[in-house]
């Protein structure tokens, strides 16, 4: 009796795990079933020197055909990585790309890009290194000095 008590229950945990599992994928991919747009975006230098300009290029899709005339964020999370803040604003090409030109960063930062008016539309982080300008000068003040 105890044997065929333990086994049941062993039995519905198995069930109740397999049951969530499922449920877990179906709500992960419930926005690509739904067709909620997806937002790439790519630096042209994970690494730049200092008072360089950074350029982040990338695309809007839904259902796999480009967003034309999207309101787009660039946001920019500077080291030491509390909160992003945007830093540039505009709209997407008829195609669904999108260029952010000339972004000057003066440390390490993190970059995103957001759809502007929808909630959870964002491209991944990328982190951009930003290398410091270092000069040495020196000159010989004579022998003994």
Do not use: W
Request: net charge positive.
């Amino acid at each position: 009796m105890m044997k065929a008590r333990f086994a049941c229950a062993g039995r519905a945990r198995l069930v109740a795990l397999a049951l969530a599992l499922a449920l877990t994928s179906a709500v992960a991919s419930a926005p690509a079933a739904l067709g909620a747009p997806v937002l790439s975006a790519t630096v042209t230098l994970g690494e730049l020197p200092f008072g360089a300009g950074l350029t982040v290029t990338g695309s809007l899709a839904d259902a796999g055909h480009g967003v034309g005339a999207a309101p787009l964020a660039l946001q920019a999370d500077p080291y030491p990585f509390r909160r992003f803040a945007t830093v540039a604003r505009l709209t997407t090409v008829p195609d669904g790309s999108f260029s952010f030109v000339g972004i000057r960063l003066d440390r390490n930062t993190r970059v995103r890009v957001v759809l502007e008016g929808s909630s959870g539309v964002a491209s991944p982080q990328l982190p951009v290194m930003v290398d410091p300008t270092v000069a040495i000068n020196a000159r010989s003040l004579g022998p003994g000095q």
